[in-house]
């Protein structure tokens, strides 16, 4: 019976997909255009960032600044081209996780499923360092999203995407890597119960 149910559903959803509106389609790739534009000019990210470098001083970092400077390091350790090491993807899958500073923590298999799309997506294309902490910022407020609205995280994942497609990365990893962002995200305001709307 589940498998019944799923398999009529996922037909929906791919007959929605196949049938849509061809209007609809063309406004939703001018939005991705226009995003893509607005990482290219330098447009400030749609959340502000705690994803920043941290400044040259001896005060002690936070376990979110000391989660953000590990991240930092594991995106710049994927380079183009070549295939992420499993050790190397257990490692950002670590750092994913430990970045969520809030009550709610995201699914291990949710942040593995983020760690080899985003991999995968990285190693298309090469982020410039302002454009990987501008993917930083994104993903590390998609993964606190306490005081985020839901207006917000909906620019936050297209400017995931818009900074990936930006970068060389195909539209459709850019677009998966969007979607897991979005569903640890949706997991993370799950397990915190409801947030700001």
Sequence with gaps: MRTTVALVFAVLLL?????????TIIRERAKELANQNNVRQGVA???PSAAAPAPATSAPLTPRQQAI???QADLA???TGSTTAPAQLQQLARDLAADAQGAGKPSPELVSKLA???SSALSQGTLS??????LLSDID?????????TAQMTAIVADV???LQANAVARKDAAVVAADVKVVAADIQKSNGPGPR
Excluded: E, H, M, T
């Design 161 to 163: 995407q818009a900074i």
């Design 116 to 118: 080899a799309d985003l």
């Design 129 to 134: 360092s302002a454009g990987r902490n501008r």
């Design 141 to 149: 407020a998609a993964l606190n999203p306490a005081n985020i609205q």
């Design 69 to 71: 400077v590990r991240l």
């Design 15 to 23: 007959a929605g997909g196949v049938f849509a509106d061809p209007a």
């Design 45 to 47: 990210a749609p959340v």
């Design 77 to 79: 350790a994927i380079k």
